[in-house]
Every structure is written in C-alpha cells, then in structure tokens.
DNA sequence: CTGCGTGCAAATGGTTTGCACTACG
DNA sequence: CGTAGTGCAAACCATTTGCACGCAG
C-alpha cells in the first residue's frame, strides 16, 4: 500500500492523519505476515528511528479501534496485527508459527447456512472465524504463496 | 469431579500425583467458566491457603502438556484454561467476556466434508476451531443454562 | 533414597500509563 | 490556536525462572 492510499483510508475514518499512524498502518501491510508489535517496530525504524515503543501502541490500537487493523491472538499470549480485508479465517502453521489468512466465501456461506437453520440455545452470533490448525507442507523450491 | 476422579486421571498420564496438582485439577473443573490462572489461584487457596503462584502456573503447564487441560487464548492476552472434554469449539460473549463451550458433533461432521472435498493448498490440517463471537441473551431470571 | 515438585521471591517481557512537548487541522 | 497525538520512562501485571527444601514413588 502506498503512502497516498495510507492517508486516504486513515482520513476516512475520521482520524487525524499523522506520519506515525501512516507509517504503521503501511508498515502492517508489509510485513504480511500478522507482525507482533515488536516486529512492527523493529522495520518501521528503518524509516522512522525516533518513533517510541507506546506510540506504536497508541495507533495499533487506534487503528484497530477505527478497524483499519484487526489484532489475532496466539497461543504464546503475543498479540499480533492483521490488515483488515474483508472476512477471512485463519491458519495456524504449527512448524513454523506463521499465521496466514485464509478466505473462503464457500465456506463462510455454508456456516451461515448452517446456523441459520440450527440457533445456538439464547446465543445471537456475530461473527465466526475458523482457526485452522496445520502444517504447511513446503515445497523445495521457493516460499509459499501464501505466506 | 472428585478426587479420586481426578487423582485417576492425573495418573493415567504417568505424572506425579501431588495435592497441588489434584487441587489444580479439580479447581479448573469446578469453575466451569474457563478461569483465568488468578481465578484458579483465588479459589484453590481457600483450601489450599499456601500454594503458590509458580507452583499454579506449572502445574498448568504441566496438565496442558498431558492433555488434562486446553489453554484458551483471550483478546486481552491472559490465558484461560479448560478441562478436555472432547472437541469443542468456543462461543465468545462480546458483552460479559464469557467463553462458553459449544459441543456439536453435526457441525464437526459438515466441516470435515467440506475439507476432504476442498484441500487448502499447501496445508495439512490436524485440527479446527471454531471461534463464535456473540452475544447471550439473558433471560430475566436466573443464569445462563451453559454458563 | 533420589529426583521431581513446590514455595518463594526476584526477574522478565509485552503492554500501559502519565506527563510535558509537538504539530495536525 | 487548541486539542489530539507523540516521546519518554516509569509502572503494570501476567507469567517465568532459579534455587533450596520437601515429599512422591
């Protein structure tokens, strides 16, 4: 995502734009692979080398807040950072920890299917993500397309 | 479950049987709200008045590995811990932060179709989760059945 | 007996907070 | 200009760790 396209969608949701909010929202969608805030940090001093740990807090959560981020949460008890797209689910790669998003518009119609037909005893949903767990069964040659 | 119960099944897995990790046990299985390690830690001292928080944490540690218990991850970052029961997947409360477990083997059935038809590139499955979030609609009176 | 498990207390590490300063709108 | 956002460092809090002692097998 490019800088134009970063404020673009930060101006949208009614926050101010600012070069560290920019900076991590574009920082997120780099590194594609749900970073940790640590990881966030880390690659956005490479461009930023004066932004501050609580900072970057501030605007993922902010971020988040406004929807523009979504936070996954993993076994370790680690929160990591998801650009938000549109619906999707997760997989789990037990190896190697990495978390890949998984959309299925299929899947996610037979869900709905399901339990519109079968209520959950006095529970309205929401929402339902899956949390596929797995290995990624690696090829020689290159990475994942996934991943 | 009882003691017995519980010292049978600690057992089973060829650990040690200590007070502590029969207390532990049985605490997780009392409070059925898949309770925080405070929470556990709370309850088990009014019988327990001196266990200690380390020790609570690696008996956790210790009956997760075994497969006595399941950790549950939270938005908030603090684990939550669950007797193993059988699958089950979880229903979220958006409202009071309960975590309810949801049993439903004709869901479980309709997921592994739809996998062994559909393969995800690249990725084996070993297990999936569902992860419903949602509000509980509270009667008037009383409880929650599930809670 | 012998080593694994426990208690204790200090350390860790991710995240949060308070406050003075800066800059977006 | 005024207020929301930032930087910094200290605080927080769930969890982990190291070590001496105790008890299960």
Redesign the pocket.
Known sequence: MNTADAIEK??QKG???????VAVFQTVWELNNHP???DIIRNIRKS?P?????????????LVASQLLEKVKTDK???RYDPILSDHHHLYCKVTDRIVDYEDPELDKMLEAFFSKKKIENFAISDIKLEITGTFKTKAHGKQKNG
């Open positions: 930060i101006k926050l101010r734009v600012t070069p560290q909010r940790t805030a640590e930023h004066s932004i501050s740990v609580g900072t970057v807090y501030k605007v993922l959560d902010t008890g680690t929160m």
